[in-house]
């Protein structure tokens, strides 16, 4: 895992690289798409790290999953991925039978 990745100017390369193809797509609609203000998508496009939750729908709207970038896997999301969030409970979470990595990134939250 490569743990030196700065996101936020990763997330403002693959930005700007879908706003070449696309003149629409605007910060304003960019921050819309990702539920945060317009000022909050600046201030992350210079950080280091971003909150997990923030970084699956950034994955989703851009079309590239950043968490295989750090993980150093291959990092095109297929059309047809679709990213869920569920909330359950501790024991619930236990029985889910989830990838061991997965397991540890949530109880370190």
């Given at each position: 895992?490569?743990?030196?990745?700065?996101?936020?100017?990763?997330?403002?390369?693959?930005?700007?690289?879908?706003?070449?193809?696309?003149?629409?797509?605007?910060?304003?609609?960019?921050?819309?798409?990702?539920?945060?203000?317009?000022?909050t998508?600046?201030?992350?496009?210079?950080?280091?790290?971003?909150?997990?939750?923030?970084?699956?729908?950034?994955?989703?709207v851009?079309?590239?999953?950043?968490?295989?970038?750090?993980?150093g896997?291959?990092t095109?999301?297929?059309?047809?991925?679709v990213?869920?969030?569920?909330?359950?409970n501790?024991?619930q979470?236990?029985?889910?039978?989830?990838?061991?990595?997965?397991?540890?990134?949530?109880?370190?939250?």
């Amino acid at each position: 895992m490569n743990y030196n990745i700065a996101l936020g100017p990763l997330i403002k390369e693959k930005f700007d690289a879908r706003r070449r193809h696309d003149r629409n797509f605007t910060v304003a609609y960019f921050a819309d798409q990702i539920n945060v203000h317009r000022s909050t998508v600046y201030q992350l496009f210079k950080q280091h790290s971003v909150d997990i939750y923030l970084l699956g729908r950034i994955s989703v709207v851009l079309g590239h999953d950043f968490i295989a970038e750090i993980e150093g896997k291959e990092t095109s999301v297929p059309e047809s991925t679709v990213f869920i969030a569920v909330k359950v409970n501790h024991d619930q979470f236990q029985n889910m039978n989830l990838p061991k990595d997965i397991i540890r990134l949530m109880e370190s939250k």
